[in-house]
């Protein structure tokens, strides 16, 4: 019984797998440039993340700055 119940769920789970294909190609289909859409999408996040990385180093580099310039004014 088990190996059926566990046979009836993976035919369910690959149902919705590919019903969730045949909506996204129904949608590609009626906006052919929603792939160009998704894409730019990705491309944002991944300028996003990047942006944010960079932010992240420049505000270390500011902080070493001014802990060099807060040590020169030790040293005076």
Do not use: F, H
Request: a neutral charge.
């Amino acid at each position: 019984m088990a190996q059926a119940d566990s046979k009836y769920i993976e035919v369910q789970r690959e149902n919705e797998v590919l019903k969730s294909n045949m909506n996204l190609l129904i949608k590609q289909m009626k906006n052919p440039n929603g792939s160009i859409i998704i894409q730019l999408q990705a491309r944002i996040a991944e300028l996003e993340r990047e942006a944010r990385a960079r932010q992240l180093v420049i505000e270390a580099l500011c902080a070493k700055m001014k802990r060099g310039t807060d040590d020169e004014r030790e040293y005076e």
